[in-house]
Each structure stands twice: as structure tokens, then as C-alpha cells.
Nanobody, 122 residues
Framework: QVQLVESGGGLVQAGGSLRLSCAAS????????MGWFRQAPGKEREFVGR????????YYADSVKGRFTISRDNAKNTLYLQMSSLKPEDTAVYYC???????????????WGQGTQVTVSA
């Protein structure tokens, strides 16, 4: 099994930046891709972006393209989400996800973190 723990959420003003981290532990050798999802109050969980664990293939949702950057540190088994030019509509609980397979588009999660709250004030 794989455990994912997010950190870095908080309150930020519109236009500001925030960086989320997701530390993976356990059977990390099973991970082929990791990504981020978010869920705003009253809305369905939506895909934000993903990165393959080998190579540099990164895929973003249109809503965050150009503002958010996904990166990873394989040595630390850690995934990052650098968020810039934040908007109030980015307010959500952000979830880290891990997958045993590498999809061309998106990610099919096999593992989930517990989520971290990001609140963007106007």
C-alpha cells in the first residue's frame, strides 16, 4: 500500500501564490504517476494535473494551465503543486493522488491523500 500526506494549504489573497506538497510512503515503487485533484464546496472532485513518475510528461486541466506547476522529487518521493495567480474560484480541498498506471491524459487514482484546504480571499 501507499500512503500520501499533503501539506502546505492555507489562506492566501487573490493573486498570491502557494505551494502544496505530497509525501508518499510505503510501497512507492508501485507508483507510475501522481497528480492533484480539488473539490470545492458543493461541487464534484475535479482533476487539476498529473505527472508521470518517470520522464517529464505533465498534463494540466485547462482551468489551471499557465498558473499551476506540478513537479516531483523522486529521491524524496514527494510531489509538489506550485500555484500562482490564485483566484477565489481556486478555493477547494486539494487532494494528492497516486496511480499504478501512467495514463496519456489525466490519471486513474489508486491512492488518495487526506486533502489540504486552500482558501483564496478576494
Amino acid at each position: 500500500q501507499v500512503q500520501l500526506v499533503e501539506s502546505g494549504g492555507g489562506l492566501v489573497q487573490a493573486g498570491g501564490s502557494l505551494r502544496l506538497s505530497c509525501a508518499a510512503s510505503g510501497r512507492t515503487s508501485s507508483i507510475s504517476a501522481m497528480g492533484w485533484f480539488r473539490q470545492a464546496p458543493g461541487k464534484e472532485r475535479e482533476f487539476v494535473g498529473r505527472i508521470w513518475w518517470i520522464g517529464r510528461n505533465i498534463y494540466y486541466a485547462d482551468s489551471v494551465k499557465g498558473r499551476f506547476t506540478i513537479s516531483r522529487d523522486n529521491a524524496k518521493n514527494t510531489l509538489y503543486l506550485q500555484m500562482s495567480s490564485l483566484k477565489p474560484e481556486d478555493t477547494a480541498v486539494y487532494y494528492c493522488a497516486g496511480s499504478r498506471t501512467a495514463q496519456v491524459m489525466g490519471i486513474i487514482p489508486d491512492y488518495w491523500g487526506q486533502g489540504t484546504q486552500v482558501t483564496v480571499s478576494a
